[in-house]
């Protein structure tokens, strides 16, 4: 099983809301990551949690505030967003092996949409 | 110059067709490569692993030249199903901190009957 779940699917919110976006994973992965992707573009990092702590933040805004409660959860809270924030969200967690390939597997995104 | 480029097409290519895409990394330090396939409005989706030795899969064959820094998909017999954007990606670890992965831009293809 490689799934990563995040909810919602589809998020509209105004300049002024405050909502969270959640992700979750079972598979024992030990980093989980946040990304943005726009159209026609390929994902751009944001967060990676690694062990639960903040491990590399990509210069992300601070109205977008992650949180990591435990190995299998992450959330992202958005907080006075700008429409240029309109993208899709995109959840992963990866897998180190012994031999030290990693692999990452992504959930289904979250699709915002800044008003 | 970005970490790893690839064409970005687009392949229109009828069904039954071989196609290939190329990409290269810049970073001779990177440990991990992959081709993900992204469908519209979908999530990337690991295709496949590549290895110097070549791994194949099905009617998919990725290669992967660390000398020439260099990385291939070769997708025989199109599948309508195929269509989709086929994206590069590179992991390379920066010190102890855990690998960050690098995305070519995508190669989007589209096979018709």
């Known amino acids: 099983d490689t799934e990563v779940t995040q909810t919602p699917k589809h998020l509209v919110m105004g300049m002024t809301n405050k909502k969270s976006l959640k992700c979750e994973q079972h598979m024992g992965h030990r980093a989980m990551y946040w990304y943005k992707q726009k159209a026609k573009k390929p994902p751009e990092l944001m967060f990676v949690?690694?062990?639960?702590?903040?491990?590399i933040n990509e210069s992300v805004p601070s109205r977008f505030s992650p949180e990591c409660p435990n190995s299998s959860l992450l959330n992202l809270h958005l907080h006075a967003l700008q429409p240029e924030d309109s993208a899709l969200y995109l959840c992963?967690?990866?897998?180190?092996?012994?031999?030290?390939?990693?692999?990452?597997?992504f959930g289904p995104g979250t699709r915002l949409l800044v008003l | 110059r970005k970490e790893v480029e690839q064409d970005p097409g687009p392949f229109n290519v009828p069904e039954g067709a071989t196609v290939a895409f190329n990409c290269t990394y810049s970073?001779?330090?990177?440990?991990?490569f992959f081709w993900y396939r992204q469908d519209c409005r979908k999530e990337p989706k690991l295709l496949m692993s590549v290895y110097s030795s070549g791994n194949e899969d099905g009617r998919f064959t990725a290669q992967l030249n660390r000398a020439s820094q260099y990385i291939s998909l070769l997708i025989r017999d199109s599948k309508l199903s195929d269509s989709a954007t086929y994206l590069c990606v590179v992991i390379r670890r920066r010190g102890s901190t855990l690998g960050r992965l690098y995305f070519g831009r995508g190669t989007q293809l589209t096979v018709w009957p």
């Open positions: 970073n001779s330090a990177s440990q991990s």
């Open positions: 949690y690694s062990y639960e702590k903040l491990s």
């Open positions: 992963a967690s990866s897998h180190v092996r012994t031999s030290g390939r990693e692999t990452q597997y």
